[in-house]
């Protein structure tokens, strides 16, 4: 069974720098879409970005030229994705969720456990 298991977060001052990382396990081949999600207090969860195999990564726009997803792994396989987070300010806080689909678009079923980011001073 693959599981989605996720790192990093935390607290940070505006105009600092996070990085999340994303690790899918129990898969014996590489996933096919592979991405970040948030959803801050009282909003709905939105895509940050997704990136598939071979494609060129998306964002959304409030994120453009600030936040850069890529993917890497071991094992023959490069299901591990990771979200450097530049130049975050308060409207970045939110809890970020790993996602996954080994066969389609985004959003899949594969969900990780959540990770908080939070941006004040």
């Known amino acids: 069974q693959v599981q989605l298991v996720e790192s990093g977060g935390g607290s940070v001052q505006p105009g600092g720098s996070l990085r999340l990382s994303c690790t899918a396990s129990g898969s014996t081949f590489s996933l096919f879409n592979m991405g970040w999600y948030r959803q801050a207090a009282g909003k709905q969860r939105e895509l940050v970005a997704g990136i598939g195999r071979g494609d060129d990564p998306d964002y959304a726009d409030s994120v453009k030229g600030r936040f850069t997803i890529f993917r890497d792994g071991t094992d023959g396989t490069d299901n591990t994705i990771h979200l450097q987070m530049n130049r975050l300010n308060p409207e970045d806080t939110a809890v970020y969720y790993c996602?996954?689909?080994?066969?389609?678009?985004?959003?899949?079923?594969?969900w990780g456990q959540g990770a908080q980011v939070t941006v004040s001073s």
């Open positions: 996602n996954a689909n080994p066969f389609d678009r985004l959003p899949g079923l594969l």
